[in-house]
């Protein structure tokens, strides 16, 4: 984040999002408001994207994790849960697609981040659901929990937490904590991505792996945290979570990206962890 502006790799994000729905046709993950929020025609997002297709293994990614947390949503939902919290939402449109099921979305962002969606919304005539409430909350420097209970979430109640393209971008702290205040709600999961250590990547996906970290440190937000994957489940369990499920890139690939049309490359990308407390 820059002072009062709005997170760039959010919007960078949804723009991936969007190019996804022109260029692959929303194949691995279906948004029919992606470019409607983005204020962009289609044309011009699929210009811009196929001007660069070293950026499409981390488009298809993009696509691929926001998949894999609606379909984790729809579970918790079919189990009867009612509130799901968007850490980092950015310009996700989920809480303006799902279907009038009694469930509460809270976006939780930076505040900046929050007043720039909401001029996208009025920008694109898209009116905010009842079910939306916004949670303006510097993870850096606020507290989850407070941030939450002011916008009215019901801490003793279930909660769905999706939690996506923030870690990285955290300190270790930052995310420990967050993890601690998500395990203290009961029947609590959470959906994230994490990047593992430069030095346990194939020498072949360092190149592609520095491109994208001189991308977002440019932009001013940088990488922060990396975590070993082992490591990771047992501060995990640590904490309170005992059903974990982590999805190294080519899992992610072979479930939920497999080869779309456009190219065998089936993309790459961070780990992706579906975790639900004990």
């Known amino acids: 984040m820059q002072g009062h502006e709005p997170s760039r790799t959010a919007l960078g994000a949804a723009t991936h999002r969007a190019a996804h729905q022109v260029l692959e046709g929303g194949i691995i993950f279906g948004?029919?408001?992606?470019?409607?929020?983005?204020?962009?025609?289609?044309?011009?997002?699929?210009?811009?994207?196929?001007?660069?297709?070293?950026?499409?293994?981390?488009?298809?990614?993009?696509?691929?994790?926001?998949?894999?947390?609606?379909?984790?949503?729809?579970?918790?939902?079919?189990?009867?849960?009612?509130?799901?919290?968007?850490?980092?939402?950015?310009?996700?449109?989920?809480?303006?697609?799902?279907?009038?099921?009694?469930?509460?979305?809270?976006?939780?962002?930076?505040?900046?981040?929050?007043?720039?969606?909401?001029?996208?919304?009025?920008?694109a005539g898209l009116a905010v659901p009842d079910a939306l409430t916004f949670a303006p909350v510097d993870f850096e420097r606020e507290d989850l929990a407070a941030g939450l209970a002011r916008a009215g979430f019901d801490a003793g109640a279930p909660a769905f937490f999706a939690w996506l393209g923030v870690v990285p971008y955290l300190t270790a702290t930052a995310v420990a904590g967050t993890l601690a205040r998500i395990v203290a709600v009961p029947g609590a999961e959470v959906v994230f991505d994490y990047v593992v250590p430069r030095d346990r990547l194939a020498p072949e996906r360092r190149a592609q792996v520095d491109a994208l970290t001189a991308r977002v440190a440019a932009a001013g937000e940088p990488f922060r945290c990396s975590f070993d994957p082992a490591a990771l489940a047992a501060q995990l369990r640590g904490l309170g979570f005992g059903e974990i499920e982590d999805l190294a890139p080519e899992d992610v690939r072979a479930r939920l990206i497999g080869t779309p049309q456009g190219g065998a490359d089936a993309g790459e990308g961070p780990h992706l962890v579906r975790a639900r407390r004990r």
């Open 31 to 123: 948004d029919p408001l992606a470019c409607v929020i983005l204020g962009r025609p289609p044309e011009e997002i699929a210009r811009e994207a196929s001007a660069d297709p070293a950026r499409r293994p981390l488009r298809l990614f993009i696509a691929a994790r926001s998949r894999f947390a609606e379909d984790a949503l729809a579970d918790a939902v079919a189990r009867g849960v009612r509130q799901a919290v968007v850490l980092g939402a950015g310009l996700d449109t989920l809480a303006l697609r799902r279907p009038r099921d009694g469930v509460r979305v809270f976006e939780v962002d930076h505040p900046a981040t929050q007043a720039f969606k909401r001029e996208r919304l009025a920008a």
